[in-house]
């Protein structure tokens, strides 16, 4: 996705919102694209491996929530393998 340019006179609170919009929108499609795996037709997984990908997902909202809550302290980023 391109950089885009601030619109003249923008104030934080406007930045926040333009930038947030975007981000939570590509957050939403990529959650889409997860619940995609769930089509039992196309993919074969285990009860084990869905309480993963559910686990590490709301992890990482309360991950959000809490720097959130505490100003914008960012915390150590961690990958994912099943």
Do not use: H
Request: charged fraction near 30%; glycine fraction near 8%.
């Amino acid at each position: 996705m391109p950089k885009q340019t601030p619109p003249p006179g923008e104030t934080k609170a406007d930045k926040f919102k333009r930038v947030a919009e975007g981000r939570v929108t590509t957050a939403l499609g990529a959650l889409k694209n997860l619940e995609n795996l769930s089509n039992a037709t196309t993919y074969e997984y285990s009860d084990d491996q869905v309480d993963r990908i559910v686990t590490a997902l709301k992890a990482q909202i309360e991950v959000i929530e809490k720097c959130f809550a505490e100003g914008g302290k960012k915390q150590v980023e961690n990958g994912f393998t099943l």
